[in-house]
């Protein structure tokens, strides 16, 4: 049994950065998403399968064809965790804000 991969090791790899990028607006099938890329079919069909394992995409059928969309849910994850660091870096700004602004009053 494959384990379930890291949704940070997946977006770590800058295709598949692109690839999540072009399937946020709309799902598409891999020959569209291929098509986009200066490589082989096959290697953009493995960096679906990663991004599939970790449940950044989703596979939806329609008729014949195949599509990818990205889960939304999962990228909430990313976002929730980016987000206790976003916390951190707007203090540690703010805090910059107020001794820059101190520094500005006492050479006036």
Request: proline share 2%.
């Amino acid at each position: 049994m494959e384990t379930r991969r890291d949704i940070f090791q997946a977006i770590a790899d800058p295709t598949r950065r692109a690839i999540i990028t072009l399937i946020a607006l709309q799902a598409m099938t891999p020959n569209a998403i291929a098509e986009h890329f200066d490589t082989t079919r096959q290697a953009v069909s493995r960096h679906l399968q990663i991004l599939t394992a970790c449940e950044l995409v989703t596979l939806k059928q329609q008729g014949r064809e195949i599509y990818y969309q990205l889960e939304i849910n999962k990228m909430k994850e990313i976002d929730k965790w980016l987000n206790q660091f976003r916390k951190i870096w707007e203090a540690r700004f703010n805090q910059l804000d107020e001794v820059l602004s101190t520094i500005k009053n006492k050479k006036k």
